[in-house]
């Protein structure tokens, strides 16, 4: 069987941001900023996960899971991001590893799930090659401690919204609006990740590295315009496996000014595996303002024609169209670019309005329906190793602060006590039948 888990990340969980030696954050920064945040909310205290490990740990025995899906917070481990490890910030990742490995749990860490250092940040971010090699200094800090015990890493998590929601669009820290900044952002994220993995793999031998990709079909509704189409679909989805596949960019996109003689060649075969986050379709509607979908930001797509989100019903409450055929389709081209690549759904799941006390029947539906995308394109050969659901808690959701709540455990707001949602249940009963029908 494939391995059954949900995915959580350090900075929407955790809180507890100044304890222990923890260095403050791209994402502490921008939350601080008027407007940033929906809400006006913040991540200092998110879900306390960071004192209530414990909590989180019993609940993912009781669903049964296989793996947990988490990230490792850079700025606990290297407080101003380079330099000696925390000894604090290393420690509890160590402990929670142990954690997990004691009842079974395969822990599936990923190194950036965008809470870069600051301090990197003021020495200009990813847009400037340095940052990308100090990413590499702090993995092997962290494989050197953990990686006896931990075989598979992710490098990035979605590095198009690090690059384009934050750089672009400025919608995601570090809020900057410069495109061709997005452009050397999104190369020296791909540097990054192939430096760290070769390094990763030189101190560990045997140990499987890949990265996370949001990829998404990028469909035309009979008024979009074509070129927008390819456009959108280049900088979501071919700038990273093009990357990755051949060791070039696409042709429509410009070629990031940070690019150097020799740089794809190493990312071209970097990842040992791909992880891909679906949520939704894109389908691009008339050159209009945008439709202002949750997340889905025209300004995030540097040098496409006008165009507007035109999710078709039903939908989630970030806006996003449900259609879980996309994943299948998204797994069979991914497959199809990166023949013989392992890969995971290392991401997927829904916000919808979940009032207390009512069975959160709307996200069982788009769990089951997504779960059989993923037995279909298995029983086609796909190699699909593994599925993560997102999240296991409501947690910080980026820009949307606490408005959207993806969760199959519900967080009460001020006594932070966690509340199993139906979906929790329902996941727990699919994760065992599935063990029962296993060899
Ligand atoms: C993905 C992010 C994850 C979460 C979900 C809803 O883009 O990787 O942290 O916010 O969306």
């Known amino acids: ?207 499987e590295v890949g990265l996370v990709l949001n990829l998404t079909p990028v469909r035309r509704e009979p008024d979009g315009d074509p070129v927008a189409v390819e456009a959108v679909d280049a900088v979501q989805n071919r700038l990273w496996v093009d990357a990755l596949a051949d060791g070039r960019y696409p042709a429509v996109l410009p070629v990031p000014g940070a690019a150097r003689a020799g740089d794809l060649e190493l990312v071209r075969g970097s990842a040992d595996w791909v992880g891909v986050n679906y949520y939704t379709p894109f389908r691009i509607g008339a050159p209009a303002p945008a439709t202002d979908a949750v997340g889905q930001d025209v300004d995030a797509y540097p040098g496409a024609p006008d165009f507007s989100f035109a999710p078709r019903p039903p939908l989630t409450s970030m806006g996003w169209e449900v259609d879980a055929s996309g994943l299948e389709e998204v797994l069979h081209e991914t497959a199809r670019r990166l023949p013989g690549v392992p890969l995971r759904v290392t991401e997927n799941g829904a916000a919808f309005r979940d009032p207390a006390g009512v069975p959160d029947e709307d996200r069982i539906g788009y769990l089951a329906s997504h779960l059989e995308a993923v037995d279909r394109a298995v029983a086609a050969g796909v190699p699909v190793h593994d599925y993560f659901a997102w999240s296991l808690l409501d947690n910080f959701e980026w820009a949307q602060g606490w408005t959207q709540t993806f969760g199959l455990v519900a967080v009460e707001p001020e006594t932070l006590r966690r509340v199993p949602k139906a979906s929790y249940g329902w996941y727990a009963d699919h994760i065992a039948k599935r063990r029962l029908l296993s060899p």
């Open 1 to 207: 069987m494939i391995g059954y888990g949900v995915a959580t990340s350090a900075y929407q969980i955790e809180g507890a941001v100044d304890v222990d030696g923890r260095g403050p954050s791209t994402w502490d920064e921008f939350c601080t900023r008027a407007g940033a945040i929906v809400d006006g909310s913040d991540a200092r205290v998110a879900c306390d996960s960071y004192h209530r490990f414990d909590e989180d740990l019993a609940l993912l025995e009781g669903l049964g899971v296989t793996a947990y899906r988490f990230s490792v917070a850079w700025p606990r481990v290297q407080p101003t991001g380079r330099g000696p490890a925390n000894p604090a910030g290393l420690a509890y990742y160590d402990r929670m590893v142990d954690r997990l490995l004691d009842k079974g749990i395969r822990p599936f860490p990923t190194l950036f799930h965008w809470d870069l250092p600051l301090a990197l940040e003021d020495e200009g971010g990813w847009p400037a090659r340095d940052t990308a090699l100090r990413f590499v200094d702090y993995a092997l800090l962290v494989t050197g401690r953990l990686g006896d015990r931990v075989p598979t890493w992710a490098t990035l998590n979605e590095p198009w919204c690090t690059a384009f929601l934050g750089h672009a669009a400025g919608v995601f820290a570090p809020g900057r609006r410069e495109p061709a900044a997005a452009f050397d952002a999104a190369h020296h994220l791909l540097l990054g990740h192939a430096l760290a993995a070769a390094a990763i793999r030189e101190q560990r031998p045997g140990a």
